[in-house]
């Protein structure tokens, strides 16, 4: 087991409703990244948090929004939401959030469906 | 065209096979490689990173080629448990983050 917890597991929204996802870190990881896997594809990479701010962000649209709590836990926001927006939320931590090399612990995973 | 180029798969291969996943990768500031293993309906893990002199882990071996953007994995003698779905991985630096770009994946099937 990676330490990363993720809830809830399955979720269930209609369109246009708003939904928050939670990522609770490996104990000594300062840095969050969430990533949204579509069914057949490979994770794509939303934002990263580190030390509580926003330290990047892939191609996701403003109503996918973030949060980091001093306990480096992380919360995912998604506004308005569309049928596309249905898939696997991911949430992985790091202790680096620079070194290349440094290896992201994923957690089990948020599965979204909207109908 | 994605950044990371897998073969579509699925590979279907008896017990015992040799089977080998390539992978391309297209932007060449990309620091390091990995392969991840998901199975279904479950979190990718990390199976091994790869490095460029090659790097072999039990039944399992890694190839990069900096030059060519390639990376490759072969898994020998063939177990049911390893069937799963393979996703190839990049990192890289952008913008002061580190970065994991994923392929889409290959699926595994391993038979009896």
């Known amino acids: 087991e990676t330490g990363v917890t993720q809830s809830p597991t399955h979720l269930i929204k209609t369109r246009g409703q708003q939904v928050t996802l939670r990522c609770s870190s490996q104990?000594?990881?300062?840095?969050v990244s969430w990533y949204q896997q579509a069914l057949g594809q490979g994770p794509q990479f939303i934002f990263q948090?580190?030390?509580?701010?926003?330290?990047g962000r892939g191609n996701f649209p403003p109503r996918f929004s973030g949060l980091q709590f001093p306990n480096y836990s992380s919360e995912l926001n998604v506004n308005a939401l569309e049928l596309d927006d249905s898939a696997l939320y991911l949430c992985?931590?790091?202790?680096?959030?620079?070194?290349?090399?440094?290896?992201?612990?994923f957690g089990p995973g948020t599965r979204l469906t909207v109908l | 065209r994605k950044e990371v180029e897998q073969d579509p798969g699925p590979f279907n291969v008896p017990e015992g096979a040799t089977v080998a996943f390539n992978c391309t990768y297209s932007?060449?500031?990309?620091?390091?490689f990995f392969w991840y293993r998901q199975d279904c309906r479950k979190e990718p893990k990390l199976l091994m990173s790869?490095?460029?002199s090659g790097n072999e882990d039990g039944r399992f071996t890694a190839q990069l080629n900096r030059a060519s953007q390639y990376i490759s994995l072969l898994i020998r003698d063939s177990k049911l448990s390893d069937s799963a779905t393979y996703l190839c991985?990049?990192?890289?630096?952008?913008?002061?983050?580190?970065?994991?770009?994923f392929g889409a994946g290959t699926r595994l099937a391993v038979h009896p």
């Open positions: 991985v990049v990192s890289r630096l952008s913008g002061g983050y580190n970065k994991l770009i």
């Open positions: 104990s000594g990881h300062n840095t």
């Open positions: 932007n060449s500031a990309s620091q390091s």
């Open positions: 790869v490095y460029s």
């Open positions: 992985a931590s790091s202790s680096d959030r620079v070194a290349s090399t440094d290896t992201q612990y």
């Open positions: 948090y580190y030390r509580e701010e926003e330290n």
